[in-house]
């Protein structure tokens, strides 16, 4: 089982699915009641972003969203975009 009170970080990450995020996130969202944490999100996609982002800070009412990240046709760009997740992951740790 989950428990959020064991992070001071939490990261969602999603492919984006008909302009949103995915249906399983969803329902770990609802399965696990987020309430005061950071969160940092990121999501892959082929071009179109959609309300990924913005749906799932409706979501997460009540946290900090401390960063997004979006990575656009990563099986494409492997080796570019695993420099670019290990920056964005010393960024958030740093942060903390």
């Known amino acids: 089982n989950f428990d959020?009170?064991?992070?001071?970080?939490?990261?969602?990450g999603s492919p984006v699915w008909a302009l949103t995020?995915?249906?399983?996130?969803?329902t770990f969202l609802e399965e696990n009641k987020l309430e005061g944490?950071?969160?940092?999100?990121?999501?892959?996609?082929?071009?179109?972003?959609?309300a990924a982002f913005e749906n799932l800070k409706k979501e997460l009412k009540g946290n900090d969203v401390i960063q997004e990240s979006d990575f656009e046709s990563p099986s494409s760009r492997l080796d570019e975009y695993v420099?670019?997740?290990?920056?964005?992951?010393?960024?958030?740790?740093?942060?903390?």
């Open 21 to 26: 995020y995915a249906p399983p996130i969803g």
């Open 83 to 96: 420099e670019t997740a290990k920056e964005w992951a010393r960024e958030l740790l740093e942060g903390l």
């Open 4 to 12: 959020p009170d064991k992070y001071d970080l939490i990261i969602i």
């Open 37 to 50: 944490k950071k969160i940092a999100l990121f999501c892959t996609h082929d071009g179109m972003i959609g």
